[in-house]
């Protein structure tokens, strides 16, 4: 029982880690991956993932006391509800394509590739990675 409330905030929960074939990209192709998620101390349902292309830049607005922005540029959502046992490791294979509209990366704009995998009555597991972006 304890076990179990301890996962549901995140402690001793499943793992997730985006491992992606490579980390630079031209506009238009295709992002290739995979998500790993391995179990933590007890079962968990894991009822989908979501992978975000955030577009990240620094601006100053008016509007905002904050200068960093973001802009979702894509989704991609994978229902896979299934249960992950503890210690073990499941693959979840994924392509995303980037939009001809996609910005390139420079020195205050960057793109990340934001993982979320999706717990039901649980705190989600997140994973982040940036990816560089070329015209």
């Known amino acids: 029982m304890w076990k179990e409330f301890l996962s549901s905030i995140g402690i001793g929960s499943v793992k997730v880690d985006t491992v992606l074939e490579k980390g630079q990209f031209t506009i238009g ?17 894991i009822q989908s993932i979501m992978l975000q292309l955030v ?3 620094e601006e100053v607005r008016d509007d905002s006391d904050f200068s960093s922005h973001e802009k979702e540029m894509d989704r991609l959502l994978m229902n896979i509800d299934r249960e992950i046992l503890p210690g073990e490791t499941q693959d979840f294979p994924f392509e995303i394509t980037l939009r001809k509209t996609h ?16 717990i039901p ?10 990816i560089i972006i070329k015209g």
């Open 29 to 45: 192709e295709v992002v290739e991956g995979k998500v790993v998620i391995t179990g933590g101390k007890v079962p968990i349902s």
């Open 55 to 57: 577009y990240q830049f």
């Open 103 to 118: 910005p390139v990366t420079e020195d205050n704009k960057q793109t990340f590739l934001r993982t979320t995998v999706i």
């Open 121 to 130: 009555q649980a705190v989600d597991a997140t994973d982040q990675d940036e």
